[in-house]
């Protein structure tokens, strides 16, 4: 002991570039996005902007419903991929001084948040352009985007065993996952797009979607409290 603190080697403190708590989480995904960034990635954000101006744009049934299953399979696998990452190193993710609640919430916010710009991004565009952009697809966009991704982090922890994890080997979203996803995103969506066809305007349309985006956050609580659940208590 003596000899280490003569070699100023004694009681070594780590020090992380940013404060305690959730602000770990924000900095450890902004080294992991300069880090790991790839042109695979890229892509996968491109496809997901194209997708998303093509949801803004439909306005028939059919369209709307196989563009909204696309769009759907791209969130499940581009907004929960970091949360994946973080499994594949379960002996260390699993020690850390947080809740799965936040664990998870932090993982999926900046892809969350990522999505959701762009298909603000997307009708603002489209908008400006002339294009009759879809309203209602904006505004529920976050709800949609976050019942998607939750729904697919529970999938993944509901395949997820700890032997795998341990090997470094987390389970992706499965059909399951997929399917779920999509039901319930995809009721809120088509509840408002449903009511929007019963010529509301004005005031009645804007509290008909609000209506539709508390509906679906509502979703994505109980998605995310599952999700947690199974985070917390895998085996």
């Known amino acids: 002991m003596q000899t280490g603190q003569g070699l100023h080697i004694g009681n070594l403190v780590s020090h992380l570039p940013t404060p305690g708590g959730l602000w770990i989480f924000v900095w450890k995904g ?16 491109l496809a997901l902007f194209g997708v998303s101006v093509g949801m803004v744009l439909a306005h028939s049934w059919v369209t709307m419903i196989w563009i909204f299953i696309l769009w759907g399979v791209l969130i499940g696998q581009v907004c929960p991929k970091r949360f994946v ?9 699993r020690q850390l001084p947080f809740s799965g ?5 932090a993982d999926i916010a900046s892809s969350v948040i990522g999505a959701t710009l762009l298909i603000w991004l997307a009708y603002g565009l489209c ?3 002339g294009w009759q952009a879809n309203l209602l697809v904006a505004i529920l966009a976050p709800g949609v985007i976050l019942c998607l991704t939750l729904t697919a982090a529970f999938d993944i922890m509901r395949l997820s ?13 499965g059909a399951v996952g997929l399917y779920l996803g999509l039901i319930l995103a995809g009721m809120p969506l088509a509840l408002v797009t449903w009511l929007s066809g019963w010529t509301l305007t004005g005031s009645t349309l804007w509290i008909s979607s609000f209506i539709g985006l508390f509906i679906s956050l509502g979703i994505a ?5 599952l999700a947690a659940s199974r985070f917390e208590n895998i085996k």
């Open 85 to 93: 990452s973080d499994l594949s190193l379960w002996a260390l993710f």
């Open 101 to 105: 609640q936040l664990i998870l919430i």
């Open 30 to 45: 902004w080294l992991q996005s300069r880090r790991r960034l790839s042109m695979r990635d890229v892509i996968s954000w």
């Open 161 to 173: 065993k700890s032997d795998a994890l341990l090997a470094g080997n987390p389970a992706n979203m």
């Open 127 to 129: 908008s400006l352009i």
């Open 221 to 225: 609580y109980i998605m995310w409290r």
